[in-house]
């Protein structure tokens, strides 16, 4: 059974860049047809899909955080990770990586896995 667990610093200054990393195990990053992503939910808010990057390697992002976001992965460590440049505390959210086949989603029922979700806050 496939399973996600995201990592990473829980607290994060205003114009920093947050890091966080996914790690999967159970199956490859690199399955056939699979898209990662990433995807948050903010405090008394519904979920934000933020980017996926694909069993290729290929990136997609959400057009209102794309030039703030970056995913990479490590396909050796069978891990993928974001990158959101510039926080300020509307940034504040729990923070889940998701998978599905054939591209992505916006509600939680789209995808086959979740991680349990991290809670990042932005505060100086």
């Known amino acids: 059974q496939v399973q996600l667990q995201e990592s990473g610093p829980g607290l994060v200054k205003p114009s920093q860049t947050l890091s966080l990393t996914c790690t999967v195990s159970?199956?490859?990053?690199?399955?056939?047809?699979?898209?990662w992503s990433w995807i948050r939910q903010p405090p008394g808010k519904g979920l934000e899909w933020m980017g996926a990057?694909?069993?290729?390697?290929?990136?997609y992002y959400s057009p209102s955080l794309k030039s703030r976001t970056s995913i990479s992965r490590d396909t050796s460590k069978n891990q993928f990770t974001l990158q959101l440049s510039s926080v300020t505390p509307e940034d504040t959210a729990v923070y889940y990586c998701?998978?599905?086949?054939?591209?992505?989603?916006?509600?939680?029922?789209?995808?086959?896995?979740w991680g349990q979700g991290t809670q990042v806050t932005v505060s100086s």
């Open positions: 998701a998978a599905r086949r054939y591209g992505w989603g916006y509600t939680k029922d789209a995808y086959n896995y």
């Open positions: 159970g199956g490859s990053i690199t399955t056939n047809s699979y898209y």
């Open positions: 990057i694909a069993y290729s390697g290929s990136t």
